[in-house]
DNA sequence: CAGCCATATCTTTTT
DNA sequence: GATATGGCTG
C-alpha cells in the first residue's frame, strides 16, 4: 500500500484512493496521469480486493494501451494480464465479433480502413450518376463520419434533416453507403463504436454481462472522446457508476474527428456525485516553458481554469527564430541540432521537430540528410496504405470474407490477369441485378455477354482464392504462398528499380508482421490477424528510444516529450492555420490554439519556435507574417534569434551571411492575410527586445562564425581538395555549387561515400 | 486493355 | 513541388 502511494503528490494520492463513483481528473499536460491510472488500477486490486477481471482501461491508441499494460504488470505482477487494457476500437471489435449477429452482420465482419471507405463511396457516386468532379468521396464520408459520431445511423440523420431539402442527397448516400457496408459484411470504423452502443441499447442481457463484467472503467485521454464513445461509456458504467475519466480540456484537438469536447466540460453535470481532482504539478517541463503555455492556452475562452506549476528552475528562455526562407528554417535547425549533439552531449532522440502539416517534413528532411542527422518520420504515410501491402492484404481479406467486394475488385487485376475496367463494370451489375456479392457473380462471367476475353483470368483468379482457402497450415505459409502464387514479387525483382527494391522490403516486413502475430497470439486466425492490421497504427510500432531525431506533425506529438522541442512554421496561415484565420472562426482557433499548447508542453528544456518570411506552399511562394501565437507568449520569457538577412534587402547578390536583426527591428514582411485580420499587437514585439543576440543563441549552430566558411569569402578548400570532417573522416571535393555566400559541396568521403554538405554548417578542413 | 502524359489538388487524422 | 487521378493513344 505504501509502495503504490510512494512517491505521489496530495492530489494524485487523492485520486488513487478514490472508492466507488465518478471521478474526473482535470490532468494537465506533463501532471503524471497514466501513473496516476496505473496506480489506481493496482490499489484497486492490492487494496480493495477487485478482480483484475472487473476493470477496463480504455485508450485511443494502442501505443497508450500499451504503456499502460506495461506499467500496470510492474505495478500488479502476473495478475495483470486478466485486466483489460485496449483502445475504443478494439475492446469494441472483440464485443461484436461476440454478438453482432443480433444485429444482422456476420461475426467475420471486415473492417474498412479510409481506402475501403473511399473506394465503396466511389462507386456509390457512380451508380447515383453524380459528376466525380462535383463530389468528392472524402465530403460524403465526412458528413457520414461526423453522424455516425454523434450516433446518427440513417433514419435518425434523415429524420433530422428531413426539412432540409439540400441534405436530401446526403440522407440517400449514407443511407446506401449502409447499405453496401452491410451487404460487404463490413465495418467502418465508426460504425465499430456506433454498432456496439446500438447492441447494448437493444440487448438488454448482452449490456448486463459487460456491466457486470466491467465494474470499474478508466478512459485515457477523456476530452478526446465522441459523442458515441461517451454513450458507450454512459451505458457501461450506469449500473455500477465507477466511472474513472482522465483528460486535459486544453489539450483537446480532435474536434475535426468528432471529438466532443463537452464531454469533458459537462462531465460533473452529467455524472451526478462526481468527484473532481485536478492534477496541476507538472513534472516536465521548466518554468519557462510552463509558463508560455500557460500565457498562450489564457487566451481561450471555453476552457477550465487551471494552473500548471512546477518546481523544476526557470531554465532557459523559449528561442524564437525568423528565417528568411522555410529552407534556411530547416537548414538552421539542422545545424542547431548537430551543434547541440557535438558540443552538448546530447543524443538525436532528445529532439524533436514538430510541425503543422505533413507536407513541411520534407525540407527537414532533406538538411538533416545533408548533415549526416539520423532522423524517423512518424505518421506521414501508414505501412499499411503502401499499394503492395494494401493488395496482399486485400488477398488475405477475400480469403477471409469473400462478400468483400471492394477488397475482391482491388486484386481482381493484380497482377493483371486481363480483367478490365468493362468487365468488372459488367459483373459488377450482374451481381447488382442478382443480389449476389462481386464474388460469387465472377463464377457466372461466362453467362455475362461482353466477358468473353477476361474470362480466363476470372478462372484463373477464383481457382487460386479456392486453393488458399485450403490453406490451413499457418497463416505464415498463407501470406508466402500468395506472394508466390500472384508472382507479385517476381514481378518486382524483374523492375529492377529502387522502388521495386523497396516494395520487395515493404512485403518481407509485411511476412514479419505476420510471423511475429502468430507467435505473439495464443490463438491466431486469419480475422485476428485482419483486425490487428487494421487496428493497429504505424505509429504504434515507432521505437522512441532510438537515436534518431523525430519529426511528426503537432497532433502527432500529443502523449510524448522530449528535451528540445521546435515548433516550426511559427506563422499566421501555417500555423495557425489557413482556415482559422481566414473565416475568422473562433472556434477553430481556439483549437490551433491548443494544439499550440500541446505543441509547447512537450519540451522539457529547450523549445525553440521557428518561421519563415517566404515559403513555398502547394508550388507557390507565401509571405506570412510571424504566428499570433507568437505574441501572445510574453516577450520576457523570449530570446529571440537571428536568421538570415531577408535576400530582398541585399542588394548585392552574392552577399550572404548573418546579421543581427536589431538593426532593422525584425524582419520585414508582407502578408496575403494581413488585409483580411489585424493582429492583438500591431507592433513587432521583438522590435526593441533587449535579448536579441546573433546566431541560435550562445549555442549558436556556428552559423555565424564556425567552419570554413566566413561570412564574406569562399571556403578555402575548392575541388579536388582532400578535407576532413569531424564525423565522415577524410574525402575528395568532387563538387561546390554556389547558394548565395553559402556553398553546397559534395565530398566523396573514403568511409561514407559522396556526400552533401553546407559550407556554413558542415566543418570541412583542408588537408 | 494497358501504359503514358496531362491536369487538378493540396489541414490536422489516435482507429 | 509532389502526388493522384483522368483522359488519350497505342
Redesign the pocket.
Known amino acids: 500500500m505504501s509502495d503504490l502511494l510512494y512517491g505521489l503528490n496530495d492530489n494524485q494520492r487523492d485520486a488513487v484512493l478514490h472508492g466507488d463513483g465518478p471521478l474526473l481528473l482535470l490532468a494537465g499536460a506533463g501532471s503524471g496521469k497514466t501513473r496516476v491510472i496505473t496506480h489506481r488500477i493496482a490499489y484497486l486490486i492490492a487494496e480493495r480486493g477487485i478482480s483484475p477481471y472487473q476493470i477496463l482501461a480504455l485508450?485511443?491508441?494502442?501505443?497508450?494501451a500499451g504503456e499502460m499494460r506495461e506499467r500496470v504488470d510492474n505495478l500488479v505482477g502476473e495478475s495483470a494480464d486478466k485486466i483489460w487494457v485496449s483502445?475504443?476500437?478494439?475492446t469494441c471489435v472483440k464485443i461484436l465479433r461476440r454478438y453482432i449477429d443480433r444485429l444482422g452482420y456476420e461475426r467475420d465482419f471486415s473492417i474498412y480502413?479510409?481506402d475501403d471507405q473511399?473506394a465503396l463511396m466511389?462507386e456509390i457516386i457512380k451508380s447515383f450518376e453524380l459528376d466525380?468532379?462535383k463530389f468528392?468521396e472524402?465530403t460524403f464520408l465526412n458528413v457520414i463520419s461526423s453522424a455516425k459520431d454523434e450516433m446518427l445511423f440513417p433514419e435518425d440523420f434523415a429524420r433530422e434533416n428531413e426539412s432540409d431539402y439540400n441534405m436530401k442527397r446526403y440522407i440517400e448516400i449514407y443511407t446506401e453507403y449502409q447499405k453496401r457496408l452491410r451487404s460487404n459484411n463490413a465495418l467502418d470504423?465508426?460504425d465499430?463504436i456506433m454498432l456496439t452502443v446500438k447492441l447494448f441499447r437493444e440487448e438488454a442481457d448482452v449490456l448486463d454481462y459487460y456491466q457486470e463484467r466491467f465494474r470499474y472503467i478508466m478512459v485515457d485521454?477523456y476530452q478526446?472522446t465522441n459523442t458515441a464513445q461517451f454513450q458507450l461509456l454512459a451505458l457501461l458504467s450506469s449500473k455500477y457508476k465507477n466511472l474513472c475519466v482522465v483528460g486535459d480540456d486544453d489539450q483537446s484537438?480532435?474536434k475535426?474527428?468528432?471529438?466532443n469536447i463537452h464531454n469533458i466540460l459537462n462531465f460533473e453535470k452529467v455524472f451526478p456525485n462526481t468527484t473532481t481532482i485536478r492534477l496541476e504539478q507538472n513534472y516536465r517541463s521548466t518554468k519557462n516553458i510552463l509558463a508560455a503555455a500557460s500565457e498562450v492556452i489564457k487566451n481561450n475562452n471555453e476552457r477550465k481554469e487551471k494552473t500548471l506549476w512546477t518546481e523544476a528552475g526557470e531554465g532557459d528562455p523559449i528561442i524564437y527564430a525568423r528565417l528568411d526562407t522555410d529552407y534556411e528554417e530547416a537548414q538552421t535547425i539542422a545545424g542547431d541540432i548537430r551543434k547541440k549533439v557535438r558540443d552538448e552531449g546530447a543524443s538525436y532522440s532528445d529532439f524533436a521537430v514538430l510541425y503543422?502539416?505533413?507536407?513541411q517534413s520534407?525540407i527537414f528532411e532533406e538538411k538533416l540528410v545533408y548533415e549526416g542527422i539520423p532522423y524517423r518520420i512518424i505518421?506521414?504515410i501508414?505501412f499499411y496504405s503502401r499499394k503492395e501491402i494494401k493488395d496482399l492484404i486485400c488477398y488475405l481479406k477475400v480469403v477471409n470474407n469473400g462478400s468483400d467486394d471492394i477488397a475482391v475488385k482491388r486484386i481482381i487485376?493484380v497482377p493483371?490477369?486481363?480483367?478490365?475496367?468493362?468487365?468488372?463494370e459488367k459483373i459488377s451489375r450482374f451481381a447488382t441485378m442478382n443480389d449476389i456479392s462481386f464474388y460469387d457473380a465472377l463464377s457466372h462471367a461466362a453467362e455475362i455477354p461482353g466477358?468473353g476475353?477476361?474470362l480466363k483470368?476470372i478462372n484463373d483468379f477464383l481457382e487460386l482464392i479456392d486453393s488458399l482457402r485450403y490453406d490451413e497450415l499457418s497463416l505464415e505459409s498463407l501470406i508466402r504462398d500468395i506472394i508466390d502464387r500472384t508472382g507479385y514479387q517476381k514481378e518486382l525483382e524483374a523492375e529492377e528499380t529502387p522502388e521495386a527494391e523497396a516494395r520487395i522490403e515493404n512485403i518481407e516486413s509485411l511476412i514479419d508482421k505476420v510471423v511475429k502475430y502468430e507467435e505473439e497470439t495464443d490463438e491466431p486466425t486469419l480475422s485476428g490477424l485482419l483486425e490487428d492490421i487494421?487496428?493497429?497504427?504505424?505509429?504504434?510500432t515507432v521505437d522512441m528510444d532510438s537515436d534518431q531525431v523525430k519529426l511528426?506533425?503537432?497532433?502527432?506529438a500529443?502523449?510524448l516529450e522530449f528535451p528540445y522541442v521546435y515548433m516550426v512554421g511559427m506563422e499566421d496561415g501555417v500555423f495557425?492555420?489557413?482556415?482559422?484565420i481566414f473565416m475568422d472562426d473562433e472556434e477553430?482557433l481556439e483549437?490551433?490554439r491548443r494544439?499550440c499548447y500541446v505543441g509547447i508542453t512537450r519540451a522539457k528544456k529547450l523549445l525553440t519556435l521557428t518561421g519563415a518570411n517566404q515559403r513555398?506552399r502547394?508550388?507557390?511562394t507565401e509571405f506570412n507574417r510571424p504566428s499570433r501565437f507568437i505574441h501572445e507568449i510574453p516577450r520576457y520569457l523570449i530570446k529571440q534569434v537571428s536568421g538570415a538577412m531577408p535576400k530582398k534587402q541585399s542588394f548585392s547578390a552574392d552577399e550572404g551571411g548573418w546579421y543581427t536583426p536589431s538593426a532593422s527591428g525584425g524582419s520585414t514582411y508582407s502578408s496575403t492575410a494581413a488585409r483580411k485580420s489585424t493582429p492583438k499587437n500591431k507592433n513587432n514585439i521583438f522590435s526593441n527586445n533587449p535579448y536579441i543576440t546573433k546566431g541560435m543563441g550562445n549555442t549558436s549552430s556556428g552559423s555565424s562564425s564556425s567552419g570554413s566558411a566566413s561570412d564574406t569569402g569562399k571556403p578555402d578548400y575548392a575541388v579536388g581538395d582532400t578535407v576532413s570532417h569531424v564525423k565522415f573522416g577524410e574525402g575528395t571535393v568532387t563538387g561546390m555549387v554556389d547558394k548565395g555566400g553559402n556553398y553546397e559541396v559534395t565530398v566523396d568521403f573514403e568511409d561514407f561515400g559522396p556526400r552533401k554538405l553546407l559550407s556554413s554548417f558542415a566543418k570541412l578542413e583542408k588537408i
Open positions: 485508450t485511443f491508441t494502442n501505443k497508450a483502445t475504443f476500437h478494439s480502413d479510409s473511399k466511389k466525380p468532379k468528392k472524402r470504423f465508426d465499430l485521454e478526446d484537438i480532435y475535426f474527428r468528432g471529438a503543422r502539416t505533413n507536407a520534407r505518421g506521414a501508414n487485376n493483371k490477369r486481363g480483367v478490365g475496367a468493362t468487365s468488372i466477358t476475353r477476361s483470368g487494421a487496428l493497429v497504427a504505424d505509429i504504434d511528426m506533425t503537432l497532433h502527432g500529443k502523449g495557425p492555420g489557413g482556415s482559422a477553430e483549437e490551433e494544439l513555398m502547394n508550388g507557390k
